[in-house]
């Protein structure tokens, strides 16, 4: 393991992913802990200095969000082949962690997760920043139910690196919005409807668009109309049926246009129900990594699961390699 990064001091690794390491450290010069990912840059020649110059990019833009919803950017250096980005050290656990624990989360702690992570994607909407891979793996909640978003420009950076070199697309299959799974340029309502998927999931225990392989959750992404989650769990109040139906519109002019909008629905309608007063257990696990960054960039297996449908075993190659994992 690595001991140091720029002025960094590597205390230990918190986790590997497809595009590098992701490591615990210290900033000496002001003594605070921090969570540094690093990207590997070790790409062919030609594909280096466009790859790099839009990870930088993305990252600046990323570190210009300052709100309490979205993980923090401290910093960003590249050392030798690796490009890092300080950020802050969060003690939690990520969303997908506590979905997994098997219980339904009470309504009104769902809804208030919605409304935190809605908070913080109009922020970033309104600074012309688009996630583009909302899911449970990318949320993280800390003490007290606060809840974080982590990857912001990140995830895109990476999408569009590949897709100058594949054309295909990026993103978790059961997350992406119908414009996503067709190639469409996106826009900030393409992040409401993945918060919208995410929403149905945490009230359910399933997500609304689902199937046997990658090509079939595409389907139904863009064709099938979902049963209204109070079918599915009738502490579901039956107008939170009708703000999730207008978050996963497949028309974009019958979408939420502004995420601010998704939140007031969200909140009025919270507002409404009785507290469950259940603390949510963030107590770190296994599986939790600070930071809110999967241990397993799960975007990433997804992709090469698609591309091995849908496209050349060149390409499917040529993927692999980019993301360092194997077909």
């Not at 390491?21 to 615990?24: A, E, F, G, T």
């Not at 009470?106 to 208030?112: C, G, I, S």
């Not at 849908?310 to 060149?314: L, R």
């Given at each position: 393991m690595i001991s140091q990064l720029g002025r960094y001091e590597v205390l230990g690794e918190l986790g590997q992913g497809a595009m590098g390491?992701?490591?615990?450290a210290k900033d000496p010069l002001i003594d605070r802990v921090v969570a540094i990912k690093t990207i590997n840059l070790a790409l062919a020649l030609d594909e280096k200095e466009e790859y790099e110059g839009?990870?930088?990019q993305e990252a600046k833009a990323a570190g210009r969000l300052s709100h309490p919803n979205i993980v923090t950017i401290h910093d960003l250096g590249k050392s030798g082949d690796v490009a890092y980005i300080a950020m802050e050290f969060l003690q939690g656990r990520e969303l997908r962690d506590i979905m997994d624990d098997g219980e339904l989360l009470?309504?009104?702690?769902?809804?208030?997760i919605a409304i935190q992570v809605a908070q913080g994607l109009a922020y970033a909407?309104?600074?012309e920043i688009v996630h583009r891979d909302i899911k449970p793996s990318n949320i993280m909640v800390v003490r007290d139910g606060h809840v974080k978003i982590a990857d912001f420009g990140i995830a895109r950076m990476a999408s569009s690196a590949v897709r100058t070199q594949t054309g295909?697309?990026?993103g978790s299959p059961k997350y992406m919005s119908p414009e996503q799974v067709m190639g469409k340029m996106l826009d900030q309502r393409s992040d409401i409807f993945s918060l919208g998927v995410m929403l149905y999931e945490m009230l359910t225990g399933q997500v609304p668009f689902n199937g046997d392989n990658v090509n079939a959750i595409m389907y139904q992404t863009v064709n099938a109309i979902p049963v209204p989650p109070s079918t599915l769990n009738s502490a579901v109040p039956k107008m939170i049926n009708f703000i999730v139906a207008k978050a996963l519109a497949k028309k974009l002019d019958e979408r939420y246009?502004?995420?601010?909008?998704?939140?007031?629905?969200?909140r009025a309608c919270r507002d409404t129900l009785p507290r469950s007063g259940k603390q949510i257990d963030v107590s770190p696990s296994r599986s939790a990594v600070a930071a809110g960054l999967s241990q397993a960039f799960d975007s990433s297996a997804a992709t090469l699961r698609l591309a091995a449908l849908?496209?050349?075993?060149?390409d499917v190659d040529e993927l692999s390699k980019t993301l360092r994992l194997k077909p």
């Open positions: 390491v992701v490591y615990k839009r990870f930088y009470p309504v009104d702690q769902a809804l208030d909407h309104e600074h295909m697309v990026l246009q502004d995420a601010k909008d998704f939140a007031a629905d969200l849908t496209a050349t075993s060149e």
